[in-house]
T-cell receptor
Framework: DAMVIQNPRYQVTQFGKPVTLSCSQTLNHNVMYWYQQKSSQAPKLLFHYYDKDFNNEADTPDNFQSRRPNTSFCFLDIRSPGLGDAAMYLC?????????????FGQGTRLTVV | AQKITQTQPGMFVQEKEAVTLDCTYDTSDPSYGLFWYKQPSSGEMIFLIYQGSYDQQNATEGRYSLNFQKARKSANLVISASQLGDSAMYFCAMRVEYGNKLVFGAGTILRVKS
């Protein structure tokens, strides 16, 4: 059974039209991550939550926002998608045992901007 | 700051032979965890193996082992008896004790030849 679920798997949006990607988890993990991954590149951390504490990466554009209304759900909002935002977006969760806990990933949402 | 370096963009290995994928890291935190993930062309991120900074022995998981050399700050992944299904992108990642941030290296594409 899938433990980290991302919806939708594929999303096509228009240039400049706000879009929301969702992630849910059944693991009750404290930590949730959002990564952007472009073709053949490493996942780039956009932000992460420890419970409701939000941690934004310094180089994450303001165009990217996130919400975590409860432990199970986390959303990535792209306010005005540009062509350069086309990528795979990965959500991951982790327990709060510091360094020792691996992250569990969803299957990703592939975003296309037209 | 945490940094992961993977210097091999691509590797080839003959089926049934062993292969080593390199990973070096940098952190000032004495307590950290190192992870290897496999990403097939389908895009899912699969956890393979974990090594803690205080672990005395190298981690092993089936055909995967981690050659951990703390003084050199390296954590190379060894895959024994390569299989065609091992063809994928492999990422080394690190998480330090405090902060929950999980960062990835650039990745190595492995191709197993029959």
């Amino acid at each position: 059974d899938a433990m980290v679920i991302q919806n939708p798997r594929y999303q096509v949006t228009q240039f400049g039209k706000p879009v929301t990607l969702s992630c849910s988890q059944t693991l009750n993990h404290n930590v949730m991550y959002w990564y952007q991954q472009k073709s053949s590149q490493a996942p780039k951390l956009l932000f992460h939550y420890y419970d409701k504490d939000f941690n934004n990466e310094a180089d994450t554009p303001d165009n990217f926002q996130s919400r975590r209304p409860n432990t199970s759900f986390c959303f990535l909002d792209i306010r005005s998608p540009g062509l350069g935002d086309a990528a795979m977006y990965l959500c991951a969760t982790s327990g709060d045992r510091g360094r020792t806990t691996e992250a569990f990933f969803g299957q990703g949402t592939r975003l296309t901007v037209v | 700051a945490q940094k992961i370096t993977q210097t091999q963009p691509g590797m080839f290995v003959q089926e049934k032979e062993a292969v080593t994928l390199d990973c070096t890291y940098d952190t000032s935190d004495p307590s950290y965890g190192l992870f290897w993930y496999k990403q097939p062309s389908s895009g899912e991120m699969i956890f393979l193996i974990y090594q803690g900074s205080y672990d005395q022995q190298n981690a092993t998981e089936g055909r995967y082992s981690l050659n951990f050399q703390k003084a050199r700050k390296s954590a190379n992944l060894v895959i024994s008896a390569s299989q065609l299904g091992d063809s994928a992108m492999y990422f080394c990642a690190m998480r330090v004790e405090y902060g929950n941030k999980l960062v990835f290296g650039a990745g190595t594409i492995l191709r197993v030849k029959s």
